[in-house]
């Protein structure tokens, strides 16, 4: 490692969510999070690099990993449909996260070949971390309500740690359930992506640019 090397941990925060579903009618109380789909929530945020994409510095990074600060909770009295799905992306690409459907996150992490998939039409290059959790009613921490803490049934990950020069990264987390008459708590959480802030011969920095330029456009 040469002394223009540095080790940085770059962080993205999502805030919790809330709802509250009255038959149908849902209501968020939390702030920062949108409506993107049926019945899919989007916050976002973005990891400033143009400083060191100024001085011509790349990021290498060579973990991620997530942290949340607590349990995912609900309340919803239906018994068939009260699962949720928390997806985590950090791309360095701007993604279009418009009209998501609740079966589109639960099946596929985008980056990945599926044969007749339309949502994301990328390689899974910019697609530096992303990590999807489903979590499922547990019957055993029932309480009154029905209010239970969920359990992880499903934790799959995606990311190609891939180094990137962008000036930005772009960080999105969706959320989604189908649960119905009750109440959703999902906590805050981050991602951690340590790694290395270094430069690279001209050439390969420029390869690296123009890569991301047209990774950019296939979006």
């Given at each position: 490692m040469s002394e223009e090397d540095m080790q940085r941990t770059l962080v993205a925060e999502f805030p919790p969510m809330g709802?509250?579903?009255?038959?149908?009618?849902?209501?968020?109380?939390?702030?920062?999070?949108?409506?993107?789909g049926v019945n899919v929530y989007l916050n976002e945020t973005t990891i400033d690099l143009s400083g060191y994409?100024?001085?011509?510095?790349?990021?290498y990074p060579y973990s991620s990993f997530e942290q949340r600060s607590g349990p995912v909770i609900g309340s919803f009295t239906n018994t068939t449909?009260?699962?949720?799905?928390?997806?985590?992306?950090?791309?360095s690409v701007p993604l279009d996260m418009s009209g998501f459907s609740p079966n589109q996150l639960a099946a596929n992490l985008p980056g990945f070949s599926v044969p007749g998939g339309t949502a994301f039409r990328l390689n899974k290059d910019p697609l530096i971390h992303q990590h999807q959790i489903i979590y499922s009613h547990d019957?055993?921490?029932?309480?009154?309500g029905s209010s239970s803490i969920y359990r992880v049934?499903?934790?799959?990950?995606?990311?190609?740690?891939?180094?990137?020069?962008?000036?930005?990264?772009?960080?999105?987390?969706?959320?989604?359930?189908?649960?119905?008459t009750g109440t959703l708590t999902v906590p805050a959480a981050r991602v951690m992506l340590p790694g290395t802030i270094s430069?690279?011969?001209k050439i390969e920095y420029m390869m690296r640019l123009k890569r991301s330029y047209e990774l950019a456009n296939q979006v």
């Open positions: 709802l509250l579903d009255e038959e149908g009618s849902r209501t968020l109380y939390a702030t920062g999070y949108t409506t993107v994409a100024m001085d011509k510095k790349t990021f449909e009260r699962n949720v799905v928390d997806v985590i992306i950090v791309s019957t055993t921490t029932s309480g009154t049934v499903s934790s799959q990950s995606g990311s190609s740690l891939e180094p990137t020069a962008a000036d930005k990264l772009y960080c999105y987390r969706l959320i989604t359930t189908s649960g119905t430069s690279e011969p």
